[in-house]
């Protein structure tokens, strides 16, 4: 399953140190807007220390975790929903992802230019989102507009998108977003199609900086209304320090626990984003062990079992017979396969069965 979250903000908030950090890939950074010029595109493993045990368990000659995939995307400005600092390029690369990552600066320092010549975090966010509006709006005007003949004589399927389409465009012309709209799976299905930005799910990454006027650290009253504005819709958020994480990775082990300990880093900012990111999209995680491997598979949750096998084979869907199936935990406590059977631990489901976040599977074709 190919899933993608696209790395978004103003120029100069730590887009790319943070894709960096997240990937370890060397994408350029600078302090000057536009840096990146295309899209970098970096696979980033889910962490899962489930897996790792149930490796161990099996003594498996691989391990393979889930991953998700990261897209550094240069910095969009305000007009970019009109063509400025290249803004419709950036636009598409954006609406080839499956969820949005905007990345917002909430530190002060001297050093580093901010395009707005101030920081000012709720309002980079609506300078953002606006442009993200402004192009669905666009993008839902055409639509409507190739639909019109269609609504005229009557077709009842193009009826009803033109409908759900004119509740969506109602809400961003009051700068909703288009998520905001209620939609039934009919609906859903039609607005899809049109690929509309402000639909997909956001993870605002608040980004600070060692050494530096942090607002989070300061209760600054931008931070407050920041986040209070993140409260009132619901959004997700996570703070992270994206330069102490570029550097960190210079570390393994011990050594990297040992200087994150040094520049009081707690926790893993990393990590939790990523786990952040990998809940947005709403997916979980479901495991096939053995001494060959031992894999974490991604599948959207409420997949049933012959869905989630199609993460596996598309095959597995058309050919299920059954799975066998049992918790991670459980494996683990029983010591191994043959005394979870003798337990009674390994349950036969069928077709209907809906996948849990951990289930151990084996599916018979």
């Known amino acids: 399953m190919s899933l993608s979250v696209g790395i978004v903000g103003l120029p100069n908030v730590g887009k790319s140190t943070l894709f960096n950090a997240l990937t ?4 350029e950074t600078a302090n000057y807007p536009f840096c990146t010029i ?10 899962d220390e489930r897996l790792g045990q149930l490796s161990a368990f099996s003594k ?4 393979i975790p889930a991953i998700v995939e990261f897209v550094d995307i240069a910095g969009l400005v305000k007009g970019a929903s009109e063509g400025e600092g290249l803004g419709n390029q950036f636009l598409a690369n954006i609406r080839e992802t499956n969820a949005i990552g905007e990345v917002v600066r909430i530190f002060e320092d001297n050093e580093i230019i901010h395009v707005g010549g101030k920081i000012d975090p709720l309002g980079d966010v609506e300078v953002i989102n606006l442009e993200l509006v402004l192009a669905d709006l666009q993008t839902i005007t055409k639509r409507m507009e190739n639909l019109g003949r269609d609504v005229k004589r009557g077709d009842k399927a193009a009826i009803k998108e033109h409908g ?9 012309e009051t700068g909703e977003l288009a998520s905001s709209v209620v939609l039934d799976p009919e609906e859903q299905k039609f607005v899809k199609q049109c690929n509309l930005l402000t639909a997909k799910p956001f993870l605002y990454i608040l980004n600070k900086k060692a050494g530096a006027k942090n607002l989070d650290e300061l209760n600054d009253e ?3 209304k920041l986040t209070e504005f993140f409260k009132k819709r619901g959004d997700h958020y996570v703070v992270v320090d994206a330069k102490i994480e570029e550097e960190l990775n210079e570390f393994d082990g011990a050594e990297r626990k040992s200087f994150a300990q040094e520049l009081g880093v707690k926790g893993d ?4 984003l990523i786990v952040a990111a990998y809940d947005l999209l709403l997916l979980m995680t479901y495991f096939t062990t053995g001494e060959d491997e031992s894999r974490a598979w991604t ?4 997949a049933t079992a012959p869905e989630a096998g199609m993460a596996i084979h598309t095959d597995f869907k058309e050919k299920f017979i059954r799975a066998e199936v049992i918790n991670w935990k459980t494996l683990l406590d029983a010591g191994s396969y043959a005394a979870a059977r003798e337990n009674g631990l390994v349950r036969t489901e069928g077709k209907e069965y809906v996948v849990k976040d951990g289930d151990v599977i084996e599916f018979k074709i």
């Open 24 to 27: 370890r890939k060397g994408a």
């Open 269 to 272: 900012g990393i990590d939790e």
């Open 222 to 224: 931008r931070f407050q």
């Open 164 to 172: 759900a389409l004119t509740r969506i465009r109602a809400a961003l």
């Open 299 to 302: 599948v959207h949750r409420g």
């Open 38 to 47: 295309d899209p970098s595109v970096g696979v980033v493993t889910v962490p």
């Open 60 to 63: 498996s000659q691989k391990t």
